[in-house]
């Protein structure tokens, strides 16, 4: 069953006088449950197109329809609910606040959802195990090794149950031991929960991790790589 379709996808960013082609014709399907890795060099336009997919910007042309629904016809404000519901989100960088700890930091999409503060705790103390790092919860970002952090950035992620969680370059920052505990657990908990995961990456070797690779080259799909039948 597909979930995510890219009909004709454009992306033309405008500098001054100058025009950028970010991505030029990107017709794609995203099924329910997989795994996608979108693999490509630096400026190929992978980030672009997670950003559209995830509703973080429009395209300049095509269509993107997300559960029946298009998202490229939204209003900011409907797409900012349809993330709240619809998404989850693993930065390279973390993203998390620096001055709330690592329960509060997890607890976050539940507050925008207003979900009451007992039920919230209790939901967050479990994505934290669930990360493994409940003896952590009330240490700050500052206070936690990148990997830690990137964890909470998982638990954060997913704490909205959404059915589909994009990460960008999620393991940029972390040394190569790290990397691959970090590709097990956000593989682990999407498969687990039937989520679609949806990463981008310039590794080969995190490309392993996916049922899917999807090459992007020059704003293009190069190729797609089944690597499960
Ligand atoms: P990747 O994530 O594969 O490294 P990006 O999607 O970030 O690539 O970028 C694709 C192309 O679009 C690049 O040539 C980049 O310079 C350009 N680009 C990305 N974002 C912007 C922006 N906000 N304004 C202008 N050009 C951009
Ligand atoms: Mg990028």
Request: aromatic share 6%; charged share 25%; with cysteine.
């Amino acid at each position: 069953m597909d979930m995510i379709t890219l009909n004709h996808i454009k992306k033309i960013y405008r500098m001054g006088q100058e025009r950028i082609t970010a991505l030029k014709d990107i017709t794609l399907n995203f099924e329910k449950a997989k795994i996608y890795c979108l693999l490509g060099t630096s400026g190929s336009g992978k980030s672009t197109l997670l950003n559209l997919i995830a509703g973080l910007e429009k395209p300049s042309g095509g269509e993107i329809i997300f559960n029946g629904k298009h998202i490229e016809t939204m209003s900011e404000k409907q797409l900012a609910l349809f993330r709240q519901l619809y998404v989850g989100f693993v930065f390279q960088s973390y993203n998390l606040l620096p001055t709330l700890t690592a329960l509060e930091n997890v607890t976050l999409p539940l507050i925008f959802r207003r979900v009451p503060t007992k039920i919230r705790k209790k939901k967050a103390m479990e994505m934290l195990k669930a990360v493994g790092l409940e003896n952590r919860a009330n240490h700050k970002p500052s206070e936690m090794s990148g990997g830690q952090q990137q964890r909470v950035s998982i638990a954060r992620a997913f704490i909205n149950e959404p059915q589909a969680v994009f990460a960008d370059e999620p393991t940029g920052n972390l040394d190569t031991k790290t990397t691959f505990e970090m590709m097990d657990l956000i593989t682990g908990i999407a498969r687990n929960r039937s989520q679609t995961l949806i990463i981008v990456t310039h590794d080969t070797e995190i490309a392993d991790c996916a049922d899917v690779v999807i090459h992007i080259r020059d704003g293009e799909v190069e190729s797609i790589e089944n690597n499960r039948k």
